[in-house]
């Protein structure tokens, strides 16, 4: 991802209401742009109305609709997407490994912490 000093929005990615509230909760403190997805169509609906955002994708591997692995294939379909895209999964450490194979940036396992998911983000 480049354009340095600009900062990515940051796609939430999960069907537990409770958690994507507790994330944009965390990252509007940092001033950081919000979007959200209660499953992968949503998020791939937004995806595909602003191609070229910069976004880092904090992407739920279970969830109805399309799950995680949808999500990331379909951005492998799509280049063009990808390539302006980040994307940490989020799961229970099980799924996670269940998972090693798909195309990803970085891991957060469930439960985590605000200073991990800091961390994973500004890295």
């Given at each position: 991802?480049?354009?340095?000093?600009?900062?990515?929005?940051?796609?939430?990615?999960?069907?537990?209401?409770?958690?994507?509230?507790?994330?944009?909760?965390?990252?509007?403190?940092?001033?950081?742009?919000?979007?959200?997805?209660?499953n992968?169509?949503?998020?791939?609906?937004?995806?595909?109305?602003?191609?070229?955002?910069?976004?880092i994708?904090?992407?739920?591997?279970?969830?109805p609709?399309?799950?995680?692995?949808?999500?990331?294939?379909?951005?492998?379909?799509?280049?063009?997407?990808?390539?302006?895209?980040?994307?940490?999964?989020?799961?229970?450490?099980?799924?996670?490994?269940?998972?090693?194979?798909?195309?990803?940036?970085?891991?957060?396992?469930?439960?985590?912490?605000?200073?991990?998911?800091?961390?994973?983000i500004?890295?």
């Amino acid at each position: 991802m480049s354009n340095a000093g600009t900062r990515p929005t940051i796609l939430i990615v999960d069907d537990e209401a409770t958690l994507r509230d507790m994330i944009s909760s965390v990252l509007k403190l940092e001033g950081l742009p919000l979007e959200f997805a209660a499953n992968g169509q949503e998020a791939i609906d937004i995806l595909q109305s602003s191609p070229q955002v910069q976004r880092i994708i904090l992407l739920d591997l279970v969830m109805p609709v399309v799950d995680g692995t949808g999500v990331v294939r379909w951005l492998i379909e799509h280049p063009d997407v990808k390539a302006h895209t980040k994307i940490i999964l989020m799961s229970a450490t099980h799924n996670l490994r269940a998972a090693a194979d798909i195309i990803h940036d970085d891991e957060l396992p469930k439960p985590f912490g605000v200073d991990l998911m800091l961390q994973k983000i500004a890295s």
